[in-house]
């Protein structure tokens, strides 16, 4: 039996119009993608889009508005399940004090996740490994320019 696999994701711009990537290796893949993760049950997508900021980042997070959902078929890397993921605009309550890296995939020995900021207008979706994220950063900057602008 499939199942459904759903996703949330933070797209974080700073005041230097940057978006904050997450490169990572899992199960002898590497990917870059937006930082965030899966639903647990019980959980809303808010409410575990704020966890994985914590988890992730340790930073609180606000979620200032919705970009996109998918609306294609999506199956994960990882198992059988259909990926369905959801993300949004959000906002850092304090400043990230985090190792931030320039070279994608530069982890130090025992990592398995690094961040760094990218500015967005140079961020090609080519970059992204997943095709949600490619769609969410073309629909991010096709859609909501006024808020990339303003940062």
């Known amino acids: 039996m499939s199942s459904f696999n759903i996703r949330v994701y933070g797209l974080l711009i700073n005041d230097k119009n940057e978006i904050l990537l997450s490169d990572e290796q899992n199960e002898g893949l590497r990917f870059t993608k937006f930082p965030g993760g899966g639903l647990e049950f019980g959980e809303g997508l808010i409410d575990a889009l704020k966890r994985e900021f914590i988890e992730e980042c340790d930073v609180e997070i606000e979620v200032i508005r919705h970009v996109y959902t998918t609306d294609f078929y999506e199956k994960s890397i990882f198992n059988d399940s259909q990926v369905i993921s959801i993300y949004y605009i959000v906002k850092s309550l304090k400043p990230l004090f985090l190792n931030f ?30 095709k949600t994220d490619k769609t969410a950063l073309n629909f991010l900057k096709s859609n909501f320019k006024p808020i990339i602008n303003n940062k």
């Open 101 to 130: 890296k320039s070279i994608p995939f530069d982890f130090d020995l025992g990592e398995n996740q690094v961040f760094r900021w990218l500015n967005i207008s140079k961020l090609s979706s080519d970059e992204l490994t997943f």
